[in-house]
């Protein structure tokens, strides 16, 4: 035979709360515990924001080698670096936009370069465009490398560059303009980001002119040196 005696009514739970901030690589949310029994829950979860990386930046400017090495970081400490990148061009033309934050190539200007490499930086400032027909009808350059911070290539910027056979594109690039790489030397892309990094570059004509593709093939995840 059992009774029961002296009940008491339950206290309820008594919960704090902690904040937990999303970072690059985990989800944020508050996080609800009882301080008397330990029962806990979760709410406001937010998802991770992904890394956001700094522009490429040359990490040996003063060493004597034969190619570059290049890094860009988050904000979290993650870094990712290019190496056995070619070295830049220099002497091109150039305009500073302050409203674009960077210079802009606007043509050959003195350089001689026949395999022409697209500086990430000039004078500590982004290159992060490349002007409309800019090298219209140049038939010296017989390669063309793209090595980060230029976000826009102009319409026609190459078009009829004839000799070209090997392009280069960094995946700082967003958006293709019409006939930006139109050189009509049926060259192969190549392009430094992932897939479905390369499907969301604006390219305003597909590679086509008149109807038929300009560009041979394009490889994504390309790395340089191999």
Do not use: R
């Not at 990712?80 to 150039?94: E, I, Q």
């Not at 500086?119 to 400032?125: N, W």
């Not at 911070?149 to 102009?154: E, P, R």
């Amino acid at each position: 035979d059992t009774y029961t005696a002296d009940t008491t009514v339950a206290k309820g739970h008594s919960y704090t709360s902690e904040v937990t901030e999303a970072t690059c690589t985990t989800d944020g949310c508050v996080t609800y515990t009882c301080s008397a029994c330990g029962d806990s829950y979760k709410t406001d979860e937010t998802p991770a924001i992904g890394h956001v990386y700094s522009e490429w930046t040359l990490s040996n400017p003063s060493e004597p080698t034969d190619t570059d090495t290049y890094v860009k970081k988050c904000k979290c400490g993650d870094t990712k670096t290019m190496t056995n990148v070619p070295k830049a061009s220099s002497d091109l033309a150039m305009d500073y936009s302050a409203e674009l934050g960077g210079y802009v190539v606007t043509g050959i200007g003195k350089c001689t370069d026949t395999d022409l490499v697209i500086p990430a930086t000039h004078e500590g400032k982004p290159v992060v465009a490349i002007a409309e027909q800019a090298f219209v009808w140049d038939g010296t350059i017989t390669s063309l490398t793209i090595i980060g911070g230029v976000k826009t290539i102009g319409n026609g910027a190459f078009f009829y560059c004839g000799q070209i056979s090997k392009i280069v594109i960094s995946d700082s690039v967003k958006y293709l303009g019409e006939w930006a790489l139109a050189t009509y030397s049926y060259p192969n892309l190549y392009y430094t980001g992932t897939e479905e990094q390369w499907q969301e570059v604006e390219k305003v004509d597909d590679f086509k002119y008149n109807g038929n593709l300009y560009i041979t093939s394009v490889t994504c995840n390309y790395v340089y040196g191999e």
